[in-house]
């Protein structure tokens, strides 16, 4: 009984400090605790806590109708948990927001249902690139979305090569 305890606080550690991690192949929407070393390899769905962080320069009057948008979207995602595009709306409202940690999360949610997925690997590039200031990590992603957008003939390839020669 103590372990389920210990198991469970630190299932909500990791929520609370942002730390999000893949699913490890076993169905859309989850990720593996054998990731971070508990055993059994339970699964949970991605936790996003409620509520939205909203950036400074938000104006009020939007508040309102981005808190909407984000409640009807999160019924939505919970309804149809791998609709790649639901959680692209959701994560596009988390950004207008301002609440880049939660908008982060739904980006890599994103990449655990559909791996190449331009936009989310272009916007996680963008979001490391301006908001988290971690050109290293933007690069990849970066890297990633041109190399998809070239396959797929997207018109994100041009800002993924032109965002992508600010870091070099």
């Known amino acids: 009984m103590n372990w389920m305890r210990t198991a469970a606080w630190l299932l ?6 942002g730390a999000y991690f893949y699913y490890a192949g ?40 981005i808190s909407d948008k984000v409640a009807a979207l999160r019924a939505a995602v919970e309804e149809n948990p791998s609709d790649a595009a639901l959680w692209s709306k959701l994560a596009m ?22 791996p190449n997925d ?6 996680l590039g963008y979001l490391y690139q301006f908001r988290v200031r971690d050109e290293s990590t933007a690069k990849d992603y970066y890297e990633a979305a041109l190399a998809e957008a070239r396959k ?13 020669a600010l870091i070099k």
């Open 118 to 123: 331009v936009i989310a690997l272009y916007s």
């Open 12 to 17: 909500v550690l990791l929520v609370a400090t």
């Open 26 to 65: 076993g169905g859309a929407g989850y990720f593996s605790l054998k990731e971070i070393g508990l055993k059994g390899g339970t699964r949970v769905p991605l936790v996003l806590p409620e509520g939205i962080a909203f950036g400074e320069d938000v104006p009020l009057g939007a508040r309102a109708a």
């Open 93 to 114: 409202q988390y950004s207008m927001a301002g609440d880049f940690e939660r908008c982060r999360a739904v980006w890599e949610h994103i990449l655990t249902l559909a």
């Open 152 to 164: 797929s003939g997207s018109p994100l390839e041009k800002s993924a090569r032109e965002n992508l």
